[in-house]
Protein backbone atom coordinates (compact mmCIF):
# COMPACT_ATOMS: atom_id res chain seq x y z
CA UNK A 1 0.00 0.00 0.00
CA UNK A 2 3.31 2.36 0.75
CA UNK A 3 4.25 1.93 -3.00
CA UNK A 4 0.59 3.15 -4.32
CA UNK A 5 0.85 5.66 -1.92
CA UNK A 6 4.03 6.93 -2.86
CA UNK A 7 3.38 6.86 -7.13
CA UNK A 8 0.16 8.68 -5.55
CA UNK A 9 2.08 11.31 -4.13
CA UNK A 10 5.09 11.54 -6.82
CA UNK A 11 3.01 12.33 -9.71
CA UNK A 12 1.19 14.91 -7.63
CA UNK A 13 4.20 16.70 -7.04
CA UNK A 14 5.43 15.92 -10.26
CA UNK A 15 2.30 18.03 -11.46
CA UNK A 16 2.49 20.28 -8.92
CA UNK A 17 6.50 21.38 -10.60
CA UNK A 18 5.36 21.01 -13.78
CA UNK A 19 2.26 22.66 -14.61
CA UNK A 20 2.54 26.18 -13.55
CA UNK A 21 5.16 26.59 -16.66
CA UNK A 22 2.50 25.52 -18.94
CA UNK A 23 -0.77 28.14 -18.47
CA UNK A 24 -2.08 27.07 -21.61
CA UNK A 25 -2.16 23.44 -20.58
CA UNK A 26 -3.75 24.64 -16.94
CA UNK A 27 -6.43 26.85 -18.48
CA UNK A 28 -7.38 24.03 -20.77
CA UNK A 29 -7.61 21.47 -18.00
CA UNK A 30 -9.69 23.71 -16.01
CA UNK A 31 -12.30 24.06 -18.86
CA UNK A 32 -12.44 20.26 -18.95
CA UNK A 33 -12.16 19.39 -14.97
CA UNK A 34 -15.63 21.89 -14.69
CA UNK A 35 -17.52 20.19 -17.62
CA UNK A 36 -17.45 17.44 -15.51
CA UNK A 37 -18.61 19.58 -11.94
CA UNK A 38 -21.85 18.22 -10.72
CA UNK A 39 -22.21 15.55 -13.62
CA UNK A 40 -23.42 18.31 -15.26
CA UNK A 41 -22.27 17.19 -18.88
CA UNK A 42 -23.28 13.95 -18.27
CA UNK A 43 -26.96 14.99 -16.54
CA UNK A 44 -27.59 17.21 -19.59
CA UNK A 45 -26.74 14.56 -22.02
CA UNK A 46 -28.71 11.90 -20.10
CA UNK A 47 -31.69 14.44 -20.41
CA UNK A 48 -30.65 14.86 -23.87
CA UNK A 49 -31.20 10.77 -24.68
CA UNK A 50 -34.75 11.07 -23.11
CA UNK A 51 -36.09 13.63 -25.51
CA UNK A 52 -36.06 10.62 -28.57
CA UNK A 53 -38.44 7.73 -28.24
CA UNK A 54 -35.46 5.23 -29.66
CA UNK A 55 -32.74 6.19 -27.10
CA UNK A 56 -35.37 7.45 -24.12
CA UNK A 57 -34.56 4.49 -21.67
CA UNK A 58 -30.81 4.38 -22.04
CA UNK A 59 -31.24 8.84 -20.81
CA UNK A 60 -33.13 7.19 -17.91
CA UNK A 61 -30.62 4.28 -17.23
CA UNK A 62 -28.02 6.84 -17.39
CA UNK A 63 -29.63 9.25 -15.10
CA UNK A 64 -30.82 6.65 -12.47
CA UNK A 65 -27.36 5.25 -12.90
CA UNK A 66 -25.54 8.58 -12.03
CA UNK A 67 -28.04 9.31 -9.17
CA UNK A 68 -26.85 5.76 -7.59
CA UNK A 69 -22.90 6.65 -8.32
CA UNK A 70 -23.51 10.11 -6.47
CA UNK A 71 -25.52 8.60 -4.00
CA UNK A 72 -23.02 5.82 -3.27
CA UNK A 73 -19.48 7.32 -4.20
CA UNK A 74 -20.17 11.32 -2.80
CA UNK A 75 -22.48 10.03 -0.01
CA UNK A 76 -20.99 6.75 1.74
CA UNK A 77 -17.78 5.99 0.28
CA UNK A 78 -16.31 9.62 0.54
CA UNK A 79 -17.50 9.56 4.02
CA UNK A 80 -16.11 6.25 4.68
CA UNK A 81 -12.61 6.44 3.20
CA UNK A 82 -12.35 10.32 4.43
CA UNK A 83 -9.06 10.53 2.33
CA UNK A 84 -7.98 13.82 2.16
CA UNK A 85 -7.02 15.78 -1.17
CA UNK A 86 -3.56 15.95 -2.22
CA UNK A 87 -3.10 19.32 -2.08
CA UNK A 88 -4.05 19.30 1.32
CA UNK A 89 -2.37 16.71 2.23
CA UNK A 90 1.15 17.47 0.64
CA UNK A 91 0.31 21.29 1.60
CA UNK A 92 -0.17 22.64 -2.15
CA UNK A 93 -1.88 25.20 -3.70
CA UNK A 94 -4.44 23.08 -6.60
CA UNK A 95 -4.66 24.99 -9.65
CA UNK A 96 -8.34 25.35 -9.70
CA UNK A 97 -10.57 26.58 -6.77
CA UNK A 98 -10.43 24.10 -3.63
CA UNK A 99 -12.89 21.80 -3.69
CA UNK A 100 -14.83 20.32 -0.73
CA UNK A 101 -15.17 17.41 0.70
CA UNK A 102 -13.13 14.41 0.45
CA UNK A 103 -10.93 12.54 -2.32
CA UNK A 104 -11.49 8.66 -2.29
CA UNK A 105 -12.86 8.04 -5.06
CA UNK A 106 -13.63 11.00 -7.57
CA UNK A 107 -16.77 12.02 -8.27
CA UNK A 108 -16.19 13.73 -11.32
CA UNK A 109 -14.34 10.43 -12.66
CA UNK A 110 -17.29 8.11 -11.21
CA UNK A 111 -19.86 10.16 -13.37
CA UNK A 112 -17.57 10.88 -16.27
CA UNK A 113 -17.17 6.88 -16.80
CA UNK A 114 -21.10 6.26 -15.92
CA UNK A 115 -21.85 8.79 -18.81
CA UNK A 116 -19.74 7.19 -20.85
CA UNK A 117 -20.78 3.41 -20.68
CA UNK A 118 -23.78 4.42 -21.02
CA UNK A 119 -23.25 6.12 -24.10
CA UNK A 120 -21.24 3.36 -25.11
CA UNK A 121 -23.88 0.81 -24.73
CA UNK A 122 -25.94 2.80 -26.80
CA UNK A 123 -23.78 4.18 -29.83
CA UNK A 124 -20.11 2.69 -29.89
CA UNK A 125 -18.92 5.82 -31.75
CA UNK A 126 -19.98 8.48 -29.89
CA UNK A 127 -19.13 6.32 -26.50
CA UNK A 128 -15.71 5.99 -27.53
CA UNK A 129 -15.86 10.01 -27.89
CA UNK A 130 -17.46 10.10 -24.77
CA UNK A 131 -14.74 7.84 -22.90
CA UNK A 132 -11.80 9.89 -24.56
CA UNK A 133 -14.22 13.07 -22.82
CA UNK A 134 -13.95 11.04 -19.22
CA UNK A 135 -10.59 10.30 -19.24
CA UNK A 136 -9.61 13.69 -20.09
CA UNK A 137 -11.91 14.94 -16.77
CA UNK A 138 -10.39 12.30 -15.23
CA UNK A 139 -6.96 13.33 -15.63
CA UNK A 140 -7.33 16.74 -15.12
CA UNK A 141 -8.57 16.08 -11.48
CA UNK A 142 -4.78 14.62 -10.85
CA UNK A 143 -2.69 17.28 -13.16
CA UNK A 144 -5.12 20.01 -11.34
CA UNK A 145 -4.00 18.49 -7.58
CA UNK A 146 -7.15 17.75 -6.26
CA UNK A 147 -7.36 14.44 -6.54
CA UNK A 148 -4.70 10.96 -6.29
CA UNK A 149 -4.29 8.77 -9.51
CA UNK A 150 -5.87 6.12 -7.06
CA UNK A 151 -9.10 8.52 -6.52
CA UNK A 152 -9.83 8.67 -10.40
CA UNK A 153 -9.14 5.49 -11.19
CA UNK A 154 -11.05 3.90 -8.50
CA UNK A 155 -14.02 6.77 -9.52
CA UNK A 156 -13.56 5.47 -13.03
CA UNK A 157 -13.91 1.71 -12.45
CA UNK A 158 -16.93 2.59 -9.48
CA UNK A 159 -18.68 4.43 -12.82
CA UNK A 160 -17.83 1.80 -14.91
CA UNK A 161 -19.41 -1.07 -12.61
CA UNK A 162 -22.85 1.20 -11.99
CA UNK A 163 -23.13 2.08 -15.44
CA UNK A 164 -23.43 -1.92 -16.31
CA UNK A 165 -25.23 -3.34 -13.55
CA UNK A 166 -27.61 -0.27 -13.45
CA UNK A 167 -27.97 -0.96 -17.61
CA UNK A 168 -28.70 -4.60 -16.88
CA UNK A 169 -31.19 -4.31 -14.34
CA UNK A 170 -33.29 -1.76 -16.13
CA UNK A 171 -33.41 -3.15 -19.30
CA UNK A 172 -34.07 -6.58 -17.47
CA UNK A 173 -36.67 -4.94 -15.81
CA UNK A 174 -37.89 -2.82 -19.22
CA UNK A 175 -38.26 -6.43 -20.77
CA UNK A 176 -40.69 -7.72 -18.07
CA UNK A 177 -42.85 -4.50 -17.84
CA UNK A 178 -43.36 -4.49 -21.82
CA UNK A 179 -43.29 -8.67 -22.28
CA UNK A 180 -46.58 -8.28 -20.13
Given at each position: MDAIFNIDKNLILYFNEVIPNYPILKN???FITHLGDIGFIWIALGIFLTIKKSTRLNGIIMLVALTIGSILG???LKNIFERQ???IELGLQPFISEPKGFSFPSGHSTASFIGATCIFL????WGIYAY??????????VVLLVHYPTDVITGAILGIAIALIVTAL???LNNVLTNN
Open positions: ILANGIRPFTNKKILALLIALSRLKK
